[in-house]
Each structure stands twice: as C-alpha cells, then as structure tokens.
C-alpha cells in the first residue's frame, strides 16, 4: 500500500503561483510513477502533470504545459506542482496519485493510478 498527503492549496487570484506538494509513504516499488490529477465541480477529473519516479521524465496536460511545473525529491519521497500564471480555470481540487503500471506517456491516463490522495483544494479568482 501506498500512501499519499498532499499540501498546498489555497486561494490566489489570478497570474498568482502556487506550490503543491505530495508525500509519498509505503511500498512503492523501485518502477513507478506520481501524477497529479484535479477535478472541477461538475467535471471528470483529469491529468495535470505526471513523472516517471526512476528517471524523471516528465508529462504535461496541454493545458497546463509552459505554466506548470512537476519535480520530484527522491530523497524525501516527495513531488511537487509548481504552479505559475494561474486563471480562475485551474480552480479544483488536485489530487496527487501513484501507480506501478505506467511508465512512458500512460502516465496520464487516470485509470492507470490505483494510489490516491485526499485531494487539496486550490482555486483562483478572478
């Protein structure tokens, strides 16, 4: 089992930044990958960013890409959203997530992660 907290979140307005951060606990496994994922009220959840744990490749959403910023701590077993130039469309709750079953552009399909955070809720004014 894999745990997962995620902090961070709050209220910004927008052209704002804002840095999430996910801890990971438990028995990862030595292939994996951590992805955040968030879901507006009234919406599916979808892919943010995602990175392959061993060699730190890194996927985007288009949506995010040149605004956003996934990175990992290996040491502390973290990995962080950093997120830049934020409009009121990136309000939801993100959610960080892993999983042992993807490790090229899989990534970012959500129905890959079977480890899930709480979710922290971020949202951005106008």
């Known amino acids: 089992q894999v745990q997962l907290v995620e902090s961070g979140g709050g209220l910004v307005q927008s052209g704002e930044s804002l840095r999430l951060s996910c801890a990971a606990s438990?028995?990862?496994?030595?292939?994996?990958?951590m992805g955040w994922f968030r879901q507006a009220p009234g919406k599916e959840r979808e892919s943010v960013a995602a990175?392959?744990?061993?060699?730190?490749?890194?996927y985007y959403a288009d949506s995010v890409k040149g605004r956003f910023a996934i990175s990992r701590d290996r040491p502390a077993n973290t990995v962080s959203l950093q997120m830049n130039s934020l409009t009121p469309e990136d309000t939801a709750v993100y959610y960080c997530?892993?999983?042992?079953?993807?490790?090229?552009?899989?990534?970012?399909?959500?129905?890959?992660?079977?480890?899930w955070g709480r979710g922290t809720q971020v949202t951005v004014s106008s």
């Open positions: 990175i392959v744990w061993s060699h730190g490749t890194t």
């Open positions: 438990g028995r990862t496994g030595s292939n994996y990958s």
């Open positions: 997530a892993a999983t042992n079953r993807a490790i090229g552009f899989e990534v970012l399909d959500r129905d890959r992660y079977d480890f």
